[in-house]
């Protein structure tokens, strides 16, 4: 209810700062006898770890996840799985610009409105280092997945834009998305990103980017109709992850110009008489439920707020003022996003597989 | 949890297929000793009223809420308020040609992989009529946010798209969205609509919009900080709206394409010794919380899915056919998702002002 | 969270006030495909009516209900479940006395100080005619019920202490539960506690009683271990009945005076080779998990505070006065708290039942 | 919803087996610029702590709690508060008898039925070691009641029962609760018990208790008026308490007894003009909300199920056995029940009031 929460079934609580001696979250509604560990969760962890390229933050997070319950003998037993993870980086350092003054594009006002208090030290609560608890909570989440029906569900994510450079679709290829440090499914344009990013980088600038997760294999049925829709349920995720300003479902934006005749997707019978969908404006989803088609999720997300150049801001005692955000940012923090949306995409669909099964489906 | 309620402290709860024998919902968390009466709910109800123009269905649907609970010699006594509707346009009709048919673009194939069972007279539950007890909801959130402070909330919405035709904004005026039947802003745009939904309508066909929802007045510091993001409740609410595949906050999916120094807004003190902020690309929202600027929120509404013009799809049975789905519809079924959007932006809102009360904000 | 709704997955929310136009509730998250009609629930219904015997409130409700959503064709769709009971003896009366004085042992002066508004109608939303829409969720529960694992689950309740007057459990036998107006299972008790309830009634008194809920049939392993627990929801759910002051489970408040050997249930294998239980001081629930065992709640209820005898209170400005609460009003509201327990281990059960088979149990 | 979570609005997440490395909570909905700091937790701590008396488990629990997020520089933030306390008397030892046997009293069989796996250790997750996560989060909650209107809310508590022996209430003098091992307010029975519980403990026996918790100095107008009632809240946050299994508000069990004319509370005007209750038969809560007057809850814990004497008992492979439980465990863990009874009241209170609160109460 307070806000460190996410799903109904399977639900994970998040808590820690980003200079805290800890960050971590408690999953809760995972089911008995899966075979977890640490090293499972790990490899998740690691896709989203800083520093991993020149394009990406250059501060050292281990990010070491240690399991502190809910697992015995390598199995799940149902009960709570605290999933801890330890602030090695923190660095004991000056923050007195950044005490009082308010970042622009940072939470630094609005949690000085809502709290009077808060942590300055890299943005506290508001950094986009909680995300490691939601990529944790999202490997947990890809077990769960393991034993629904049908066990193929695979989950996976690309950045299709950055800045204004769009991949072109006819090259998209899933096996590239690992091959180069943006998660781009187009060699081509990945190439252009590098030299791209490289100039915003070197400006000590930043660009936003659009991240697209796409689940395969899910089957038909999940989701509840009006308020705990399967879209609308997504939409909330993506949209909890940070610096994210818009989030669209298949067609998305573009449906708004399409006709009733180009968007809705027709069907017929496939080889094994089982119905097929022509086409996918809908994304998988129709009414709050799945179609059994692919879910594709589109989120955008905004520019890093943290920038070389000097901006105009107050302080916490009505001076104005101009900051400049030094320190180790990343130029688009969207590259980190994507395995943060893969993570999301796990969870909901955990949640939904679990809420399916409880009305005997 | 079974997706029919939705709102934490204001929460309401709806019920009711589009042809059975009524609808309706519950709203529970009203404060007590708000005026509140059928009168001031139905205002908000006529707004949203089939069958005003010719661009709307011309179904009959009188929608008079009539108050069972909750209200007590005028005032609201704190415990739940009941909104009934009865339904009274429920033609006997055949319906065999979608009772077994699933209409593309359509819940019918969802419900049924589903449940098993669907209300297949006029889509059930899964009918936009279920969006009158939103609207019923929103007008009741409405009386609450009146006893926020600063007490000067108002909450309006217009079309901004239509298919591919946007408005200038440059000719944005508020004055205007009441004085056509579009909801528009832009009176010379509002003219070109007519002429071209005249056409989609006279062609049996359909076409998307984009709504823009926008809340004045709104203290800075309401809003959980990441879960229940006021930004992640917003995108859920509008996303559980019928026919909506994409929501976006302020600058949205154009943030994409910013640098960090466009996209960030800069900070002043104003005349009055107050933080202003120069632009609002967050749309009034950072970190989750509102900034105390205009709360902008952006949502894409597919065409109307039932067309004139025969499309493919296969029944229950398993067997390919054909579907034209007669009756009275609307050719874009955006013109009344207006008002409900409007709605769930205040059900969001009084959400959140009773969440920060709590913490004694 | 405003406190209407009752349950997780099986979950109800009630509304409406003893004098206003109409009480019911809604119920969400019933699976799909189960018979289900107003004659079924109305069973349950007629059992808790009033007026039945002179030992009740000779007030007049049929209590007839109606379902207005959720159900098609004789079969549960999924979708939320409306039932709406009107009232229908509002008898246009001076409430003058009640209006302004608060009744000892009633709602009225924490409602007065919650408020600082009521209905003070016949009690209004603190009336025990809210239980009617338990009883009819309890249906519907029920039939939830009947699809569970074993599909045998019985629910019986009895009440077997009246005032200070107990049953001989050594007389107790079921079928006699049906045979007298107190649902005694003991046929010599039964008798005692007509004269002595005569008494009371016509001396203007009212009485106190304990009643006891049996589940038979439950199978072993639903509720959750800790705070969702299946005792602690059953504490919950009965101490939600109006006029409830304790609550137990199994051996109760007399546990505390046993030692370790005595009442720890032993266990041996039965005739079919599975564990049985030697005793059930544990009432069916270990850890909050359910045994097999018969599950056993016992709640007591206070006597009704309406009583013809004057009693001293204050009023609304602050005055002293006495009060006498005419009207027609049960002697020993226990008695119709019998069916309202039922119906309340009945939707304790079926939600427990869904958590479970979310849990892939 | 998985049932490891309690509250609301203060809502606390706990976490943890009795032998797995650490235990703790996430508490969340906790106001900002609160005091807290790990010295003040502490306190509360130490007053459940194993190992005091010989009456208790000689278990050495340092139960040393680390605050590892949502408090800075001394105040709360407003973000989660994560308590953790590591487990450090992990003795390395041959389980062997437990690891397959189910103890009679003990959830080994229920967690065995639910989950197919169970850490064995100890108890694991059903061991009360799980309450002293409870304690720390009710010394949260102590911090937010102190920010109540009125701010002087004490919650204390003592024993009343131990086996057969109840305190005589003529004697009752809080001020003893500290000076005797069993927090018995009754100078001559605690030595009549302590006489009493070494039989029972050098008998290798156990025996149940009765605690009593009150709450002072609560304003009038907390609680939700039917599902969220505070008596019923409070009946379902002590059944959550290992062992319990029975609880009872003021008069409790004792009012089935009494007549409406001997119960129901009267009221006059006090010295300053306002409303007095000339007795507490209703212990402070009338149609679920508080009146102002002492809170009055009881609860019964039943007998310590590990025990000396061997019992009949079946293993997980369906064969007979006897069981013996060996190991340092508590004649009367009622003892300990004591601070975690007032850790529930505490945190049941700041739930309500923070929904007080958000009412605009």
Redesign the interface.
């Given at each position: 209810?307070?806000?460190?929460?996410?799903g109904?079934?399977f639900?994970f609580?998040?808590?820690?700062?980003s200079h805290?001696?800890?960050?971590?979250c408690?999953v809760?509604?995972?089911?008995?006898?899966l075979h977890l560990d640490e090293v499972f969760i790990q490899t998740f962890l690691d896709k989203r770890k800083p520093g991993q390229s020149k394009y990406v933050t250059q501060r050292r997070e281990p990010d070491s996840v240690?399991i502190?319950?809910?697992v015995?003998e390598g199995?799940t037993?149902?009960?709570?799985?605290?999933l801890?993870i330890e602030n090695e980086d923190q660095r004991s350092k000056d923050y007195g610009d950044i005490k009082d003054k308010?970042r622009?594009?940072?939470?630094d006002?609005?949690?000085d409105?809502?709290?009077?208090?808060?942590?300055y030290r890299g943005g506290?609560?508001?950094s986009a280092r909680?995300t490691a608890s939601r990529v944790a909570a999202g490997a947990v989440a890809r077990r769960v997945l393991e034993?629904a029906p049908g066990g193929g569900i695979s989950i996976r994510a690309a950045m299709v834009?950055?800045?204004?450079h769009k991949v072109d679709r006819s090259r998209w290829d899933w096996a590239q998305v690992d091959q180069n440090p943006f998660f781009c499914p187009d060699p081509v344009m990945a190439e252009q990103w590098a030299e791209y990013l490289d100039g915003?980088r070197k400006a000590g600038?930043?660009?936003?980017?659009?991240i697209e997760v796409v689940a395969s294999g899910v089957p038909?049925?999940?989701?509840?109709?009006?308020?705990?829709?399967l879209?609308?349920?997504?939409?909330?995720?993506?949209?909890?992850i940070n610096a994210v300003?818009?989030?669209?479902?298949?067609?998305?934006?573009?449906?708004?110009?399409?006709?009733?005749?180009?968007?809705?997707?027709?069907?017929?019978?496939g080889p094994d008489?089982k119905?097929v969908f022509?086409s996918n404006?809908?994304?998988g989803?129709?009414?709050?439920?799945?179609?059994?088609q692919d879910i594709v999720v589109r989120f955008?997300?905004?520019?890093?707020?943290?920038?070389l150049?000097p901006?105009?801001?107050?302080d916490r005692f009505?001076?104005?003022a101009d900051i400049l955000t030094k320190g180790r940012h990343d130029p688009c923090v969207?590259i980190r996003a994507v395995p943060v949306g893969e993570a999301m995409m796990a969870t909901v669909l955990a949640d939904h597989f679990?809420?399916?099964?409880?009305?005997?489906?």
């Open positions: 209810m307070a806000g460190n929460s996410f109904t079934l639900r609580t998040t808590f820690g700062e805290g001696p800890a960050i971590g408690i809760d509604g995972v089911p008995s006898r240690q502190k319950s809910g015995f199995l037993t149902g009960t709570p799985i605290m801890f308010f622009p594009g940072h939470a006002f609005t949690y409105a809502k709290y009077g208090i808060r942590d506290g609560r508001s909680e034993t834009q950055m800045g204004p915003i600038s930043s660009v936003g980017a659009v038909a049925g999940w989701g509840e109709p009006i308020y705990d829709k879209d609308s349920d997504l939409a909330q995720a993506m949209m909890t300003k818009g989030v669209e479902i298949g067609a998305g934006f573009d449906a708004a110009s399409l006709t009733g005749e180009e968007n809705a997707d027709q069907m017929r019978l008489g119905p022509l404006h809908a994304g989803i129709l009414g709050g439920i799945s179609t059994g955008a997300v905004k520019p890093t707020s943290s920038i150049t901006r105009q801001t107050v009505g001076n104005e969207g679990l809420r399916a099964r409880a009305l005997g489906q």
